[in-house]
């Protein structure tokens, strides 16, 4: 089926620079994306979202970019801090009224003191 | 400080136990999901819930696997007779849908089962 992944596994950055992680997604009927932070040993906790209509969100540190035309998203974290470290899960839901998220299989993003 | 709480947060449990999670969705919430977390699945979606009502529970093995919701405040998630192979995280995360519009899915803690 239809699925969501991610190019790294893991990303290594030294505080203070950016950080971009990357993802692709295969439905083209999505709808709607999720960046999702997950620290060990607790549940996924929501980022930024992006819908399809956009190509730029930006958040407090973080950016959203989507290319709807590779079917490629990103998340670009400004000036990385160590509390950064964790697993990054991009996610997806096409527009069908069908509102579960597909998730990839996340990126480890570690920040060098 | 509103957020989906999961109770029990870690379960050991022998092949063949029931085993029943629970779920309490953030209040005024319409949708509740279960995901399963494991190192070489990632998170795969088990069921999802709109008002209560089940809307999609294809990932769930069915032989084994029921998910309900007895009222709004209240999800479960039991797995009879639990199998070594079920051993992962299962975490529950509610949401607010309301038409085309989408809004985040906020995740309780998870529950670790371990099935020996």
């Known amino acids: 089926g239809e699925s969501v992944g991610l190019h790294l596994p893991t990303l290594s950055v030294q505080e203070g620079d950016n950080s971009i992680i990357n993802c692709a997604y295969s439905?083209?009927?999505?709808?709607?994306f999720i960046w999702y932070k997950q620290e060990s040993g607790k549940g996924p906790q929501f980022i930024i979202d992006?819908?399809?209509?956009?190509d730029k969100r930006q958040g407090q540190r973080v950016t959203v970019l989507l290319n709807k035309t590779v079917k490629h998203l990103s998340l670009q974290i400004a000036a990385t801090q160590p509390g950064d470290s964790a697993v990054y899960f991009c996610?997806?839901?096409?527009?069908?009224?069908?509102?579960?998220?597909?998730f990839g299989s996340g990126t480890r993003l570690q920040v060098q003191p | 400080d509103a957020r989906v709480t999961q109770t029990p947060r870690h379960k050991v449990t022998e092949m063949g136990q029931e085993v029943t999670m629970r779920c309490q969705p953030i209040?005024?919430?319409?949708?509740v999901f279960w995901y399963r977390q494991t190192m070489m699945q990632g998170l795969e979606l088990l069921a999802y819930?709109?008002?209560?009502?089940?809307?999609?529970d294809s990932g769930m093995p069915k032989d084994r696997f029921s998910a309900e919701m007895p009222d709004a405040t209240l999800a479960t998630l039991k797995i009879q007779p639990s199998e070594p192979r079920d051993s992962a995280v299962y975490f529950c995360?509610?949401?607010?849908?309301?038409?085309?519009?989408?809004?985040?899915?906020?995740f309780g803690p998870g529950t670790r089962l371990t099935v020996t």
């Open positions: 995360a509610s949401g607010l849908v309301l038409g085309k519009a989408t809004y985040e899915q906020y």
């Open positions: 439905n083209s009927a999505s709808d709607y």
């Open positions: 996610a997806e839901t096409p527009d069908t009224g069908r509102r579960a998220l597909t």
């Open positions: 819930f709109r008002n209560r009502a089940p809307l999609d």
């Open positions: 992006i819908r399809s209509n956009m």
């Open positions: 209040l005024g919430h319409n949708t």
